[in-house]
């Protein structure tokens, strides 16, 4: 597949980023929400996305190469236990 360059504008602001250490994900059939929440007292919503099931499976996809990918170069990632601060969100299941 050819790789193409694409030109992206962006505002300063949205260049610094946000951090989130909890995210919050909610579906229906057509779209996936995801909240990304910076979990210090008072939790904070620092961004919200909104995509299609299609857009969130590649997401994953990309996500597992890549975290392959720093695995090999830095060392195996544990994984953070999730937090003990209850939002009110319930785990789908």
Do not use: W
Not at 28 to 40: G, P, S
Not at 59 to 65: C, F, K, N, P, S
């Amino acid at each position: 597949m050819e790789q193409k360059q694409v030109q992206i504008k962006a505002k300063d602001d949205d260049l610094k980023g946000v951090y989130s250490n909890l995210m919050v994900v909610s579906h229906t059939k057509e779209e996936f929400c995801l909240d990304f929440i910076n979990n210090f007292n008072p939790p904070i919503l620092t961004a919200r996305v909104l995509t299609s099931p299609a857009h969130v499976k590649r997401m994953v996809q990309a996500l597992g190469v890549n975290i392959k990918k720093y695995e090999e170069r830095f060392g195996v990632v544990e994984a953070a236990e999730s937090p003990e601060t209850v939002l009110g969100f319930q785990p789908q299941k």
